[in-house]
Structure formats: C-alpha cells, structure tokens
T-cell receptor
C-alpha cells in the first residue's frame, strides 16, 4: 500500500529555534496536508497544498509541496512552548474516488522553555 | 467556527459486543470519513462516504464495520462484534472538498 515516511520521529528543541520536518513517498500525491495533534484530541489542519512547488505560509508555519509530488516539508520558525504536539503529514492521491488520506508516522515535537 | 463533534468521548465495551460511534459533521460538508488511531501509532483510513454511499474503504473496514447516515446530520460507525484489537481512537472527519476536518475522537476500549 501507499506509505508516507515522515522524519524525524521526534525532536526536542529550545524555545525560539526553528524546526523542519518532512515526508517522502514512492508514490505521487495530488494534495498534501499538514496536521497537528495534541494529546487526546483530533488532528487539526494547519496547511493544505495543492500544486507541485507550492509554498504556503500560516503564521510561523511554512510548508512546501515538492516538485516531484512525492514529498513535502513543514517548517516552524521561532518555536514556542505551545508548538508542542505531534505533527502529521497526509497525502491524497489524484485518483482516490473517496478522497482517502494516507498519513505519515508523525513527528513528536517537544519545546524546552 | 463550525466543528465536527463526536459522541461518546470514551466507550468501554466487552469483546463481542456491538458499538455505535456517532458523529455530527460540519453542516455544509458533503464528504464524510472514519479513521482510527491505535495508541501511539499513525492515523489510518477506514472509510469514506459520499452521496449516501461508501465511496472508498480500506482493508481494515471488513464485514464487522458499517456506516450510516440515518438523518440529515448524524454519521455513524457500527462495529458488530468488537475484538480486542479494535481498541483505538476513532476519528470522524468531513470535508467540502480536499480539506478534511477532524472531530475530537471517541476512545474505544474493548475488554
């Protein structure tokens, strides 16, 4: 089946540092989405990407849709304690009749004040 | 801001029992989904629903699972005979198009 490889699995950083995480796949995806999940809650949509090469920002977050359509990255600038959580990439393939999302394994972010 | 809601937040059941998990999608959305997340693992797709029928399902979504939209607002997931390995967080999601919005989840514990 489709696999999204997300890295790193976890990061422990100092408040104020920038963070970068990425997802790669052997398959082409038509849409990339980035979600954040807090403990015991559902994933919250952060950024959606629809075109190869697209670079989109949402506050301190920036994400890019890779040119090959097989990868995406998410950057967080000037991290703050409330950035703590698990970040998931998710991809949708073009011919998914049902809009199924495939999720990466997640990046657990820990921020030291 | 409209949100997806789910009930109950936590369901404990005995192995072999039937459970129904309930969701109220965002009102003007057309696509509905169920996903599950086993503790500490990634989110996995179960099923998508559009125009009152299943549009896609994963291999996890076997004959023990069914979905229904019994009225204009609710979207339910039924597990007929629960197994221990069904213990997980179950998330409902809805979307107007490509962007899927998730509910807070139901934690299902099968004993």
């Amino acid at each position: 089946g489709q696999q999204l490889n997300q890295s790193p699995q976890s990061m422990f950083i100092q408040e104020g540092e920038d963070v970068s995480m990425n997802c790669t796949s052997s398959s082409i995806f038509n849409t990339w989405l980035w979600y954040k999940q807090d403990p015991g809650e559902g994933p919250v949509l952060l950024i959606a990407l629809y075109k190869a090469g697209e670079l989109t920002s949402n506050g301190r977050l920036t994400a890019q849709f890779g040119i090959t359509r097989k990868d995406s990255f998410l950057n967080i600038s000037a991290s703050i304690p409330s950035d703590v959580g698990i970040y998931f990439c998710a991809g949708r393939r073009k011919n998914n009749a049902g809009n199924m999302l495939t999720f990466g394994g997640g990046t657990r972010l820990m921020v030291k004040p | 801001e409209p949100e997806v809601t789910q009930t109950p937040s936590h369901q404990v059941t005995q192995m072999g029992q039937e459970v129904i998990l309930r969701c109220v999608p965002i009102s003007n959305h057309l696509y509905f989904y169920w996903y599950r997340q086993i503790l500490g693992q990634k989110v996995e797709f179960l099923v998508s629903f559009y125009n009152n029928e299943i549009s896609e399902k994963s291999e996890i979504f076997d004959d023990q699972f069914s979905v229904e939209r019994p009225d204009g607002s609710n979207f339910t997931l039924k597990i007929r005979s629960t197994k221990l390995e069904d213990s997980a967080m179950y998330f409902c999601a809805s979307s107007p198009n490509n962007e899927q919005f998730f509910g807070p989840g139901t934690r299902l514990t099968v004993l």
